[in-house]
């Protein structure tokens, strides 16, 4: 039964959940981008099986299939509007019989992270855009059981252009699940620089994000989110349908035990990894991607804050990951 629920939550998420990390991150440029009626329905479906390791500590195998789904979806665009649909799905699917070593409970068979949202940005007569993201959505061993594994994040932003290709850009940001000043708003400012089609960077707080194009070939992206979020790639392509890729990441995810005594601890997931991959645009919008790579520094632990890493922790040994990725923009 508890096979057939996980099944049945997938297929329906899969099929109608209206951002996998890369992809909120380039959703999230192109939201800032000044352009306006060039969105296109996306879709992208991750999966990364990792090699079975260690639980430290407990002498125990511990084994992940993470699953990712990204769909975007526009709604209505004009020349001074547009209106989006979005959908995050991401699955931790584990195997294993380690227990979380504080409170002695079985570790989660399954970790999910369900979002829906929707975006609306618009520009004004005097160039200025605006706009405003909402997302909603469970992240939890049993998602959607009760408010306590509820999720919702807000954003709010304003660009202001400053010359013919850069521009000031404000932010205003909620979130109950981030990894600090949790359920506190937080302002933001960067400035979006960009001197050719080449280079584009944008500096601030909370994030910066730098991509270039040193030749046509050749693509080097870094983005850094506060606290401990990063992701840098390197990519060549060698034919017009084909690239190779390397890159590094460092990441973490946050779920709501359902069973939790405290309400406010949260059961958090860090990992780094290198990885590296083959992009292959098989047809006009549709491409495959197959890599891999090795993931080290991983470790669960259950609590408020990052500060109280050693709570309930349990470290998973360093080891190997392999990655599909099929996507779609029509």
Known sequence: MVEMSR???????????????????????????????????????????????????????????????????PVLQDFANEWTLLGNFRLQDIHTSA???????????????IRLGTQYRRKFTNGWIGGGMLSVGSASDKPFRSEAELTAQTNLFARIPHGERNAWLLFLNYSRYREFLNDVPIPGIAYWYEPSSNLRLILGIPFASVEWKPTEELSLE?????????????????LSFLRAYAGYDWRNDYFFRYDRQDKDRRLAYYEKRFSAGLRWDFSRGWFLDLGGGYAFDRFYFEAERYDDRDENRLNIANGFFGSLRLGAAF
């Open 7 to 73: 099944v049945a939550i997938s297929v329906v998420i899969l099929l109608f959940s209206l951002p996998a990390a890369a992809s909120a991150q380039l959703d999230l440029i192109r939201f800032l981008a000044p352009g306006f009626g060039k969105a296109k329905p996306v879709f992208q479906y991750q999966v990364s099986p990792y090699s079975n390791e260690e639980a430290e500590g407990q002498n125990r195998g511990f084994e992940v299939t993470q699953h990712n789904a990204f769909l975007s979806l």
């Open 99 to 113: 227990i979380l070593p504080d409170t002695r409970e079985p570790f989660p068979e399954s970790l999910w992270d």
């Open 222 to 238: 870094l983005s850094y989110f506060m606290i401990r979020t990063v992701r840098a790639q390197v990519s060549y392509r060698f």
